[in-house]
């Protein structure tokens, strides 16, 4: 399974729009990306998922481009309960590669008023 | 529906002590997962299932192990514990949609080996 790589850390005020990146340069064919949050002492929880161009619901937006190496997580007039750390996942969703699942160590996202 | 729920939310144990960590899940999910993350750390999978009365390592399955006899239960043990499992332990489920997975996590059991 394709690897992620996404910043450390990301800073932002309430009411303006966050873009989150993802690099994933070896995504295969049959891989979708998918993008979890996880506040403090809480288990991570399902954002959104995509496989190429735009996918949005009413937390967040996803866009892919077409090569899919990257993806880039919006989420729209964060407030601070944004506050929380994002992961980038990459992966087929296969009984057969789940033993390489990789989480990384996501992207710390402070929102300050 | 609880989802998925661990149990216990807190343990201490000594070095050479064991325990057994329960996962249960109510959503007749297949897939089950163990994660551990530590400070400052992303999520690592130790053990994970796709089906009753299966099991596979993850990344870092060395000092556990699990047991899934019943399709709602994923159990971690451990049977000699070490400092370096000090952790926070998150179980997981999920279902399979064609392509697409979801993963949905429990509230974490936070584990202190002295």
């Known amino acids: 399974l394709a690897k992620t790589t996404q910043p450390i850390s990301m800073d932002s005020y309430e009411g303006q729009e966050v873009n989150i990146t993802c690099s994933h340069n070896n995504i295969a064919t049959n891989d979708y990306i998918t993008w979890y949050q996880q506040f403090p002492s809480q288990g991570p929880r399902f954002i959104i998922q995509?496989?190429?161009t735009k996918v949005t619901n009413e937390v967040a937006s996803l866009f892919i481009p077409a090569d899919r190496k990257s993806s880039t997580l919006s989420l729209p007039r964060v407030s601070l309960s944004d506050t929380a750390v994002y992961y980038c996942l990459v992966g087929d969703g296969r009984g057969s590669t789940l033993g390489r699942l990789y989480f990384g160590r996501g992207t710390q996202l402070t929102v300050w008023p | 529906n609880a989802g998925v729920t661990q149990t216990p939310k807190f343990r201490v144990l000594k070095t050479g002590q064991s325990m057994t960590l329960l996962c249960a899940q109510d959503?007749?999910?297949?897939?089950m997962y163990w994660y551990r993350q530590d400070p400052g750390m992303g999520l690592r999978l130790i053990h994970y299932?796709?089906?009753?009365?299966?099991?596979a390592k993850g990344e870092v399955p060395d000092g556990y192990n699990v047991s899934r006899l019943k399709k709602q239960n994923f159990l971690l043990g451990l049977e000699s514990a070490a400092p370096s499992q000090t952790s926070v332990y998150f179980c997981?489920?999920?279902?399979?949609?064609?392509?697409?997975?979801?993963?949905?996590f429990g509230p974490g059991t936070r584990l202190t080996v002295t």
């Open positions: 299932s796709v089906g009753e009365g299966t099991t």
């Open positions: 995509g496989y190429k």
């Open positions: 997981a489920s999920s279902y399979v949609r064609g392509r697409l997975y979801e993963q949905y």
């Open positions: 959503m007749n999910h297949e897939y």
